[in-house]
């Protein structure tokens, strides 16, 4: 890309950056306005070029016009993966056929191989947005060695193919001031930790299950590892057992952002770390029961959500498939943005009972890291009295007592006192799944 392309798009994430001191902070009411307004804009756009909306909106004789806020968004129909999996081309406006997008390919966990095409554009104010996250991890205090970020993640991921786009589109000079050092977390275990410790970073940003796994191993392998000033995951979930040692034993705050590759930002932690501030500019989000009905603030379910800012594959009306509750009160940072409660996970990661009631995956961990000598595990419900296991013992942990007490410890929390089948393998490692999440709890069993 000739550079003054690049200086165009640099401009326009300086554009895109210039409220994003002030913006979390902005009165309700001018932040509703702003989501209302952009609603408005994507329906419009969705009705002239995407043609999967303009039949849905057709065929229950909705026009633009029927869209004056983002609460009216839920008049659409809800979309999940399998339907973007099946069709991409349907849910790609005729605008950016053939035109520069960031092409971002995905399994996720629900096995639905997706292409998502995220517009110049909407690459860029992702970029700005991340200010939010930064001016969080300015606050943190402790020593700042070399003020950098160190990313660990998969080498052909979502991070890298962002990372590449950023270098094709937008000038070093503002790259450099954003870019982190990455590592790719396919390596030996030794040489993760050499380098980690050789680059001392400030901050270290990956998935939850690998820092708790990081973490984990070096302290149960008494190798030093460097202490950041933070860890910052996103992706997928950190455990319970995980967050503790990484706090306690290693004296690191850990932080947390939702985002998937169909939105590039959804919500983040603040400081204080008692929910997910959404990004209400760049979504529309709301949580439904299984019947699609919203509920109250407070109550879990799945989170449906709306991109407003992405122009080449657009999602509106989107069921992602994680289970999460609204906040019914503000965060006493004094952020005005709306917060999750609670980020519960996808909702295949909820066992089924004996009863019929569904186990969480945090609950599910909770026990499972109390076992003596498990240092991972993987556990996948195969039938309501099937369930397999992949666990990796600590070192100098008595194998046959780990197994025994795994076997129990899922029997209690199934209510399976007797009569649960258990499959475990003793195992060297938790290999990561699709975009290099590792997933600890997966139920196979149909709704």
């Not at 001392?200 to 008494?222: C, H, K, N, S």
């Not at 501030?277 to 760049?282: L, P």
């Not at 019947?291 to 991109?307: H, K, L, Y």
């Not at 999460?324 to 952020?335: F, K, M, T």
């Amino acid at each position: 890309m000739g550079m003054i392309r690049k200086a165009y798009w640099s401009a326009m994430a300086a554009w895109h950056g210039r409220h994003e001191r002030t913006l979390p902070w902005w009165p309700a009411e001018r932040l509703a306005a702003l989501q209302d307004r952009r609603a408005r804009a994507i329906v419009a756009h969705a009705y002239a070029t995407v043609p999967y909306y303009r039949d849905a909106m057709r065929s229950r004789n909705l026009r633009p016009a029927d869209f004056r806020t983002a609460a009216d968004l839920a008049k659409l129909p809800l979309v999940g993966g399998a339907e973007l999996a099946a069709a991409p081309e349907r849910f790609l406006s005729s605008a950016f056929v053939g035109q520069d997008t960031l092409l971002l390919d995905t399994t996720g966990t629900t096995g639905h191989y997706k292409q998502i095409r995220h517009d110049p554009n909407a690459v860029v104010a992702a970029l700005a947005a991340g200010g939010r996250r930064r001016a969080v991890v300015a606050s943190v205090p402790g020593p700042r060695r070399r003020g950098r970020s160190l990313v660990i993640v998969p080498p052909r991921g979502t991070n890298a193919s962002v990372r590449d786009y950023h270098r094709a589109h937008l000038l070093t000079a503002l790259i450099g001031r954003f870019e982190p050092d990455f590592l790719s977390f396919d390596r030996p275990f030794a040489e993760l930790v050499a380098e980690v410790n050789r680059l001392e970073p400030d901050v270290i940003v990956t998935f939850g299950r690998f820092a708790g796994y990081l973490y984990r191993r070096a302290l149960e392998a008494g190798i030093p590892i460097h202490a950041p000033r933070l860890i910052w995951y996103g992706g997928d979930a950190m455990a319970e057992a995980d967050r503790r040692l990484i706090e306690e034993q290693h004296g690191v705050p850990v932080f947390s952002s939702y985002q998937s590759c169909e939105f590039l930002r959804i919500a983040f932690q603040c400081e204080r770390r008692r929910g997910f501030h959404v990004c209400m500019d760049h979504v529309a989000l709301r949580v439904v029961d299984e019947a699609g009905r919203d509920v109250a603030p407070g109550t879990p379910g799945e989170v449906v959500i709306s991109n407003l800012v992405n122009r080449a594959t657009v999602l509106l009306n989107y069921r992602l498939g994680d289970r999460v509750a609204v906040a019914s009160e503000p965060c006493a940072c004094g952020r005005t943005l709306p917060v999750l409660a609670s980020l519960e996970g996808r909702s295949e990661d909820l066992l089924i009972r004996a009863d019929g009631e569904r186990m969480h995956e945090s609950l599910v961990l909770r026990r499972l890291y109390g076992v003596r000598g498990l240092s991972n595990v993987e556990v996948v419900q195969q039938a309501p009295d099937r369930i397999d296991a992949n666990m990796v013992i600590a070192p100098g942990a008595d194998a046959a007592q780990s197994v025994a007490g795994l076997r129990i410890a899922l029997a209690e929390l199934l209510g399976h006192p007797a009569g649960l089948e258990v499959g475990v393998s003793v195992v060297d490692e938790i290999r990561a799944g699709p975009g290099g999440k590792f997933r600890a709890v997966t139920c196979r069993v149909p709704r």
